[in-house]
């Protein structure tokens, strides 16, 4: 696998979809509304389709996996999944959080993982089998902290909104036993993560745009992404993902999120 090449077309990728979304940022965007009532501006429209055309152009035998425009070559067994601006609603309301999100999949599995914030211009580049990278004007060494203890971690999330079902009351669970919470985030807290500010991230509703850049830009930084069963996300599964700095949190936290116990009649 040619990672020098593939980062490459994927820091250009979020080159062009920074160059088109900065100028929208806190500009009064007007946003639509999606069929699942989540937000959508011409700076996520704008930036899929800059990103589209620069990895086309690199390998026009990949497919293109996009939230706004949706599947290119699906029988290709490298796909690029982009999330064009990760966090809408922070970026509509002029909070630096969003993100442009880029991965690469081989055969559904992730390889390679870029989370770029483009105002603070930060951005956090993964690879399987290598150390993650992280660039920025305020410095932070990458690297996930040690946080052996749950009682110890700092938990984040971005809305209560995505727990819905039986997901609030296992995550409920789960935020009990540790130091604290942090609501809001959306790609920039497992960036954090990365950087050994945040232990744990437990989310749900996620797709795979939002998870898959994720995975190499943790686990390069000696942390895990998993389902909240502890197993490896998949295309096809539930939308619940858990993120930990420190690998010890990981059978703790799975084992906090399990289903609450039936309450005696």
């Known amino acids: 696998m040619d990672f020098p090449r593939l980062i490459a077309a994927a820091e250009a990728a979020a080159d062009v979809a920074g160059a088109v979304v900065r100028p929208f940022f806190r500009a009064g965007v007007a946003a639509d509304a999606k069929s699942d009532r989540s937000p959508v501006t011409i700076a996520d ?4 389709q800059a990103m589209r055309a620069v990895l086309s ?56 993982g870029v989370i770029d914030q483009p105002v603070t211009g930060e951005r956090w580049i993964g690879a399987a089998g290598q150390s993650s990278v992280f660039r920025g004007p305020f410095g932070g060494r990458i ?16 809305s209560p909104e995505m727990l819905g079902g039986g997901d609030m009351p296992r995550w ?27 232990d744990i991230v437990a989310e749900s509703d996620m797709k795979i745009w939002d998870w898959a850049p994720l995975v190499a830009v943790v686990e390069g930084a000696g942390g895990r992404v998993t389902d909240w069963n502890g197993a490896p996300l998949r295309p096809d599964g539930d939308g619940r993902v858990l993120a930990v700095g420190d690998p010890a949190l990981l059978p703790l936290a799975v084992a906090a999120l399990s289903n609450p116990p039936v309450a005696s009649p």
């Open 143 to 158: 690297g996930c902290r040690p946080c052996p203890s749950l009682a110890d971690a700092e938990l984040s999330c971005t």
């Open 172 to 198: 409920k669970q789960l935020a009990s036993k540790v130091r604290r919470n942090y609501w809001g985030g959306d790609c920039y807290a497992y960036g954090l993560l990365a950087l050994g500010q945040i």
């Open 45 to 48: 429209r704008t930036s899929e």
């Open 57 to 112: 152009e690199r390998f026009p035998d990949h497919g293109i996996l996009g939230e706004e425009f949706g599947l290119d070559r699906p029988d290709a067994a490298l796909r690029w999944v982009l999330d064009p601006i990760d966090g809408t609603r922070a970026f509509i309301t002029g909070r630096p959080t969003f993100g442009i999100l880029i991965a690469l999949l081989e055969n559904d599995r992730p390889i390679l």
